[in-house]
């Protein structure tokens, strides 16, 4: 058995772990939320905490939001007749995951993402069938010379796809299951959950048959059927030396500056039109596919930027109780390597917008920033109006979602509710924070402070600091807090901003490496379907590459043409692909 060691009076209190729980409510600490323990009431007691409830938890026979929040206000309603001080309500469909939103979209995601794979990689099925035919023809003749007709041609090159698609599907299958087990094993993890049982998913297995029987042989039809029409004549009198009349051959033939190996470049990479159009379409969703792919996870990374653009800070500072802003301020300011020390105080409340909704049916949560009126820890990004102004008391710049939620612009008078009572504040601009959901809201820290009865005392301290190596920035962080703990200021727990980046981006650094293979397995089938477009196009002109060589073009001047070929294409699907990402 484990011991797990807590701190009360500076003295550590073994307890004994002796099983583990899953609590659904509990956030995930991939996810930014703490370590939870599971005591008798007795043993709480003996670390400090009060012997009565904190929390009223209840449940309807029938889950009906509407329902849920008219019992809400008459739970606090009951609460307020007994004096009964309480917080905001919450709450939740029991049938749903407080992630469940999150999950969805990444479910989403791999569903968008394998039916667009899946459309790529019949591309590279047309692409196959279309190089063994182009490689075949002269077989194809000297069947057709000796009596097969064109439905038996039709079969045996449908044969071949079958095959090809049963070798797939015995190697898909497997890695498909023991993929998606392996994926849900971590998913689960992040939830402090385990996948315990092997589960063959019949339902899935059955749709990858049907997409893997179907999809390819729909996919073939059309090579297999320009195959099955080739006529004796056509298979054996190709010399590969057609020479194309269409508008682009004829702007080449006016141009007479270009080299030319350039023009016979340019002029065989639109030969063949429709495969040419076929190898775009297949690059320019590819290429679009991974360019979406690298900004969604740059927009993932620039969320937690923009977080720490809002909340600057290189050490954050969370005391066990409140402390007097200036006090601590002025200790922690005049400490030699700290550019800034400043208090932000964050506060749970609810906004209404109507001063006669008294039923508090349409309140929304929110979280109020306590913020200086001189300080530089909270950079604000002003969307609308204008921010707070020295001689403001109670205004509020509010975030710019929560304002559309409620329905209120810069000018408004809101209700914000702040321990029980409400008060009627104005909007003087709106702002974009991520904090808590897109509700934080700024207003002054010495307003909060007195709306909350904290008598000028805060919690949460943010530290600017000279030296920003990490390596010193831990240690420095590490001995802030030792001083603090001696001067009898007892830190609760003290971060650097990269810890705080580590801890709270765990979770997404699934996402982020789902999204990477899905852009490097697109990425390859892009590659593979240039490769075959220019693998037929080389098939084809055997016989005219022989001439160029009895005429004497070098082996490097014909290979040129391909590659020159390759960089073309791959040119005008990037033009195409990145307006469309």
Same mark, same amino acid.
């Given at each position: 058995?484990?011991?797990?060691?807590?701190?009360?009076?500076?003295?550590?209190?073994?307890?004994?772990?002796? @099983?583990?729980?899953?609590?659904?409510?509990?956030?995930?600490?991939?996810?930014?939320?703490?370590?939870?323990?599971?005591?008798?009431?007795?043993?709480?007691?003996?670390?400090?905490?009060?012997?009565?409830?904190?929390?009223?938890?209840?449940?309807?026979?029938?889950? %009906?939001?509407?329902?849920?929040?008219?019992?809400?206000?008459?739970?606090?309603?009951?609460?307020?007749?007994?004096?009964?001080?309480?917080?905001?309500?919450?709450?939740?469909?029991?049938?749903?995951?407080?992630?469940?939103?999150?999950?969805?979209?990444?479910?989403?995601?791999?569903?968008?993402?394998?039916?667009?794979?899946?459309?790529?990689?019949?591309?590279?099925?047309?692409?196959?069938?279309?190089?063994?035919?182009?490689?075949?023809?002269?077989?194809?003749?000297?069947?057709?010379?000796?009596?097969?007709?064109?439905?038996?041609?039709?079969?045996?090159?449908?044969?071949?796809?079958?095959?090809?698609?049963?070798?797939?599907?015995?190697?898909?299958?497997?890695?498909?299951?023991?993929?998606?087990?392996?994926?849900?094993?971590?998913?689960? @993890?992040?939830?402090?959950?385990?996948?315990?049982?092997?589960?063959?998913?019949?339902?899935?297995?059955?749709?990858?048959?049907?997409?893997?029987?179907?999809?390819?042989?729909?996919?073939?039809?059309?090579?297999?059927?320009?195959?099955?029409?080739?006529?004796?004549?056509?298979?054996?009198?190709?010399?590969?030396?057609?020479? #194309?009349?269409?508008?682009?051959?004829?702007?080449?033939?006016?141009?007479?500056?270009?080299?030319?190996?350039?023009?016979?470049?340019?002029?065989?990479?639109?030969?063949?039109?429709?495969?040419?159009?076929?190898?775009?379409?297949?690059?320019?969703?590819?290429?679009?596919?991974?360019?979406?792919?690298?900004?969604?996870?740059?927009?993932?990374?620039?969320?937690?930027?923009?977080?720490?653009?809002?909340?600057?800070?290189?050490?954050?500072? #969370?005391?066990?109780?409140?402390?007097?802003?200036?006090?601590?301020?002025?200790?922690?300011?005049?400490?030699p390597g700290v550019t800034y020390a400043e208090m932000l105080q964050f506060g749970?409340?609810?906004?209404?917008?109507?001063?006669?909704?008294?039923?508090?049916?349409?309140?929304?949560?929110?979280?109020?920033?306590?913020?200086?009126?001189?300080?530089?820890?909270?950079?604000?990004?002003?969307?609308?109006?204008?921010?707070?102004?020295?001689?403001?008391?109670?205004?509020?710049?509010?975030?710019?979602?929560?304002?559309?939620?409620?329905?209120?612009?810069?000018?408004?008078?809101?209700?914000?509710?702040?321990?029980?009572?409400?008060?009627?504040?104005?909007?003087?601009?709106?702002?974009? %924070?991520?904090?808590?959901?897109?509700?934080?809201?700024?207003?002054?820290?010495?307003?909060?402070?007195?709306?909350?009865?904290?008598?000028?005392?805060?919690?949460?301290?943010?530290?600017?600091?000279?030296?920003?190596?990490?390596?010193?920035?831990?240690?420095?962080?590490?001995?802030?807090?030792?001083?603090? %703990?001696?001067?009898?200021?007892?830190?609760?727990?003290?971060?650097?901003?990269?810890?705080?980046?580590?801890?709270?981006?765990?979770?997404?650094?699934?996402?982020?490496?789902?999204?990477?293979?899905?852009?490097?397995?697109?990425?390859?089938?892009?590659?593979?379907?240039?490769?075959?477009?220019?693998?037929?196009?080389?098939?084809?002109?055997?016989?005219?590459?022989?001439?160029?060589?009895?005429?004497?073009?070098? @082996?490097?001047?014909?290979?040129?043409?391909?590659?020159?070929?390759?960089?073309?294409?791959?040119?005008?699907?990037?033009?195409?692909?990145?307006?469309?990402?």
């Amino acid at each position: 058995d484990s011991v797990v060691y807590f701190e009360v009076n500076e003295r550590p209190r073994a307890f004994r772990i002796v @099983g583990q729980v899953y609590d659904v409510w509990t956030e995930p600490v991939m996810f930014g939320g703490d370590a939870a323990f599971y005591l008798t009431r007795r043993d709480l007691q003996k670390l400090g905490a009060s012997s009565g409830f904190n929390q009223v938890v209840a449940a309807l026979p029938v889950y %009906d939001e509407d329902t849920a929040k008219e019992r809400a206000v008459d739970i606090t309603d009951r609460l307020d007749s007994l004096n009964i001080r309480h917080s905001t309500p919450q709450t939740f469909d029991p049938q749903e995951h407080f992630f469940q939103d999150t999950i969805n979209g990444i479910f989403l995601l791999l569903i968008v993402m394998s039916f667009l794979t899946l459309g790529l990689s019949l591309f590279l099925v047309v692409n196959t069938i279309t190089a063994i035919v182009t490689e075949q023809v002269p077989q194809i003749g000297v069947m057709k010379a000796i009596g097969a007709s064109a439905p038996e041609i039709f079969r045996i090159y449908l044969s071949n796809v079958m095959v090809y698609v049963v070798i797939a599907l015995l190697i898909a299958i497997p890695l498909g299951v023991l993929g998606a087990f392996q994926l849900s094993a971590i998913m689960l @993890g992040l939830f402090s959950m385990e996948a315990v049982d092997f589960k063959f998913p019949l339902t899935a297995v059955v749709v990858q048959l049907s997409l893997g029987l179907a999809s390819p042989l729909i996919a073939a039809l059309w090579p297999v059927t320009a195959a099955a029409r080739t006529t004796v004549r056509d298979a054996i009198s190709g010399y590969g030396l057609a020479v #194309g009349t269409g508008i682009i051959e004829r702007m080449l033939s006016g141009l007479h500056g270009l080299p030319p190996l350039v023009a016979m470049t340019i002029s065989n990479t639109f030969r063949n039109k429709g495969r040419l159009a076929m190898t775009l379409v297949a690059l320019v969703f590819s290429g679009a596919i991974f360019m979406m792919v690298m900004t969604v996870q740059a927009s993932m990374f620039g969320f937690f930027d923009d977080f720490l653009d809002t909340y600057r800070f290189d050490i954050l500072i #969370g005391f066990e109780q409140p402390q007097r802003v200036d006090t601590i301020e002025t200790l922690v300011g005049g400490l030699p390597g700290v550019t800034y020390a400043e208090m932000l105080q964050f506060g749970g409340g609810a906004a209404i917008r109507r001063t006669d909704d008294r039923e508090k049916v349409d309140e929304e949560s929110l979280t109020l920033i306590g913020v200086s009126r001189d300080g530089e820890a909270y950079g604000e990004v002003l969307t609308a109006g204008r921010y707070l102004l020295p001689e403001d008391e109670r205004a509020v710049v509010l975030n710019e979602h929560l304002a559309a939620e409620l329905g209120v612009s810069v000018g408004d008078n809101v209700i914000i509710e702040i321990n029980d009572r409400d008060k009627e504040w104005v909007v003087v601009g709106l702002l974009f %924070d991520v904090n808590d959901n897109q509700t934080a809201s700024a207003v002054w820290l010495d307003v909060l402070l007195r709306e909350q009865g904290s008598n000028a005392r805060g919690t949460t301290l943010f530290v600017g600091a000279e030296n920003r190596d990490e390596a010193e920035l831990v240690e420095f962080a590490r001995g802030l807090r030792e001083w603090l %703990d001696d001067q009898g200021k007892d830190v609760g727990f003290s971060l650097t901003s990269a810890r705080f980046l580590e801890q709270n981006s765990g979770g997404l650094n699934i996402i982020t490496y789902l999204l990477l293979v899905i852009s490097v397995l697109i990425a390859v089938v892009g590659s593979v379907g240039l490769s075959g477009a220019l693998s037929i196009s080389a098939l084809e002109r055997q016989r005219e590459v022989g001439v160029m060589r009895a005429i004497g073009a070098s @082996g490097r001047a014909v290979g040129g043409i391909f590659v020159g070929e390759g960089m073309m294409i791959g040119f005008i699907s990037w033009l195409v692909a990145l307006p469309l990402s």
